[in-house]
C-alpha cells in the first residue's frame, strides 16, 4: 500500500500538482522499460514528497498491457522542465 507521509494539505497538494502536471513517456524496448518521466514540481518540499511514492509504484515492476515493458517512474532534473532541449515533450505517448 502506498502512503503519502506528511501532513493532510500536504498531502492534498501533492495530489493537486500532479493531476495537473504533464508527463513524459518513452519506451526503452532496448532496456524493457516504460519511463515514465514526471516533471519536478514547483515546490522542493513535494518533489521530496513524490519521490517515495514513485520509489513504491516502480518497485513491483508492472508490465504496461500489451507490451513487454516494465513501469519506471521518475522525477525529471531540474534542469529537464518544459522547453528544455534535454527533454522532449512531444514524444508522449
Request: net charge negative; no cysteine.
Amino acid at each position: 500500500m502506498i502512503e503519502v507521509q506528511g501532513k493532510a494539505p500536504d498531502s492534498r497538494k501533492l495530489l493537486q500538482a500532479l493531476l495537473i502536471s504533464d508527463a513524459n513517456i518513452r519506451p526503452e524496448p532496448e532496456n524493457s522499460i516504460l519511463r515514465v518521466r514526471i516533471p519536478s514540481l514547483a515546490d522542493n518540499a513535494l518533489d521530496r514528497m513524490l519521490a517515495p511514492l514513485l520509489t513504491d509504484l516502480t518497485e513491483p515492476r508492472t508490465i504496461y498491457p500489451g507490451t513487454d515493458l516494465g513501469l519506471v517512474y521518475e522525477i525529471a532534473a531540474k534542469s529537464q522542465k518544459r522547453g528544455s532541449s534535454d527533454f522532449r515533450w512531444d514524444q508522449d505517448v
